[in-house]
């Protein structure tokens, strides 16, 4: 893919609260059109921080981020982001706020200069495109925590981005509704990164996984999924499960 721009490009990248443990460490990552990544690692090992940086919630200490060619450090320069890039939150209740599902998912093309109209047709094919038709006047903070997750990911779509940042999107999901989930994520002809702790699901998900560790991506070793249902950066190495 080296001669494709990337999406999103990351170099050296370092983040830390002030007084507080270095969370990012000389971290870099590029991202292509329609690629597929999974992001696996432990809690506190920088995930859901990375997610941030990208869309420019929170700022680095040092290192330089590039979104479609344009580097971006101050506030301003991540306005036209959130609309090219949609992040997923780990909490579904942290993206969902309007009091109807309609509202909520229409509320992104509205924000956008759609008019209500357009919003409106725009929300209802998107919740048809996921399977939620009849939502649109369910209350929001009534619904279960798969349906909340669902419609999380139609206010996502409804803004038609060219990214995804999906963190741990399974959270939530019974088995038939995370099966949906991965159909829908199947049919996506965009770039996405997914952060996810189940391995099956990242097999099924993503074209390559990377492992995060020490507040770096490691790049120089993928991860490989195999078949005993679990992943480290050994896979592609002889190896022995003790």
């Not at 991202?31 to 680095?60: A, H």
């Amino acid at each position: 893919m080296e001669d494709q721009q990337p999406i999103v490009k990351l170099d050296n990248i370092a983040f830390g609260y002030p007084g507080g443990t270095p969370i990012l460490k000389e971290l870099s990552l590029a991202v292509y059109p329609k690629e597929r990544i999974g992001l696996l690692g432990p809690n506190g090992s920088g995930k859901t921080t990375l997610f941030f940086i990208i869309m420019g919630l929170l700022r680095p200490t040092a290192g330089t981020v590039e979104v479609f060619g344009s580097r971006l450090w101050e506030e301003k320069d991540f306005s036209d982001i959130y609309r090219k890039i949609g992040l997923l939150f780990q909490d579904a209740d942290d993206q969902l706020f309007c009091p109807t599902v309609l509202e909520d998912v229409a509320f992104g093309p509205l924000n956008m200069g759609k008019s209500r109209k357009e919003s409106i047709e725009i929300a209802r094919s998107t919740l048809a495109d996921l399977g939620l038709e009849g939502f649109e006047d369910r209350i929001t903070h009534r619904l279960s925590g798969g349906e909340k997750r669902f419609v999380s990911l139609a206010t996502v779509l409804a803004m038609e981005p060219e990214m995804l940042l999906l963190d741990e999107p399974t959270t939530g999901l019974d088995a038939r509704t995370r099966e949906r989930l991965m159909d829908r994520l199947a049919q996506l002809d965009i770039a996405y990164l997914l952060i996810s702790h189940e391995m099956d699901f990242l097999a099924d998900t993503t074209d390559k996984v990377h492992a995060m560790e020490g507040g770096k991506i490691l790049t120089d070793t993928t991860v490989k999924l195999h078949q005993h249902v679990h992943a480290h950066i050994h896979g592609s190495h002889p190896h022995e499960h003790k």
